[in-house]
């Protein structure tokens, strides 16, 4: 990806979720891919000993499949959801079996 792998692309990642509504929480526990989604609750929780290239990469993987609305997000927020759009879309497609989606 076109991405810096710094603590500030990490935060201004984070704040996409926080903005779109989703608690971002990192725990320990068993995660087969690094994170799982409570979609009724709106939150997300990443394995806590991710380093921080793995937490950028997992936070894009599940950006990508949640309903993130352009308009609810700062003018910063929107550029950077936009670059992992466009990033995303430049890459060739890929096995998304990995992640993990709960429901209560």
């Known amino acids: 990806m076109s991405f810096k792998y710094t603590a500030h692309t990490l935060s201004a990642i984070e704040k996409i979720l926080q ?11 068993n995660f087969n891919s690094g994170y799982c ?22 936070l894009i993987d599940i950006i990508q499949g949640l309903p993130v609305v352009e308009s609810d ?10 670059l992992i759009q466009a990033s995303v879309a430049s890459q060739p ?3 998304q079996s990995s992640e993990t989606n709960a429901t209560s």
Do not use: P
């Open 19 to 29: 903005e779109s509504g989703y608690i971002l929480r990192y725990e320990k526990g």
């Open 37 to 58: 989604v409570i979609e009724e609750k709106k939150v997300v929780v990443v394995n806590k000993f991710l380093n921080t290239e793995s937490r950028i990469n997992t």
């Open 73 to 82: 997000l700062s003018q910063a927020s929107r550029k950077y959801y936009q």
């Open 93 to 95: 497609a890929t096995d």
